[in-house]
Nanobody, 117 residues
Framework: QVQLVESGGGLVQPGGSLRLSCVLSGSIFFTPAIGWYRQARVKQRDFVATITTGGVTNYADSVKGRFTISRDNARNTVYLQMNSLKPEDTAIYYC???????????WGQGTQVTVSS
């Protein structure tokens, strides 16, 4: 059973920064990639960023240049550094992965990010 635990959310003013963490139970090398997604109220869950085992990253256009995804293999942790935050970044942020050979993907419980003055 894979578990993902997010943390680091909170309330921040527009233009501020937050760093989210996603800790994966088991080795981070058991999965080809880990991604961040977000879901605003009454909206669908959208892709934010992903990072592969080899460190290749991909970002949604809406966050390019502002968000950075990274990983610490020794800590089985993936981070999402969010800078220049905007009110439209307000959402619950989830991390997601599908381990090698797994028949399904896994989600964390999410962490709330609120950008407001």
């Amino acid at each position: 059973q894979v578990q993902l635990v997010e943390s680091g959310g909170g309330l921040v003013q527009p233009g501020g920064s937050l760093r989210l963490s996603c800790v994966l139970s088991g080795s981070i090398f058991f999965t080809p990639a880990i991604g961040w997604y977000r879901q605003a109220r009454v909206k669908q869950r959208d892709f934010v960023a992903t990072i592969t085992t080899g460190g290749v990253t991909n970002y949604a256009d809406s966050v390019k240049g502002r968000f950075t995804i990274s990983r610490d293999n020794a800590r089985n942790t993936v981070y999402l550094q969010m800078n220049s935050l905007k009110p439209e970044d307000t959402a619950i942020y989830y991390c997601n992965t599908q381990p090698f050979g797994a028949s399904k993907d896994y989600w964390g419980q999410g962490t709330q990010v609120t950008v407001s003055s």
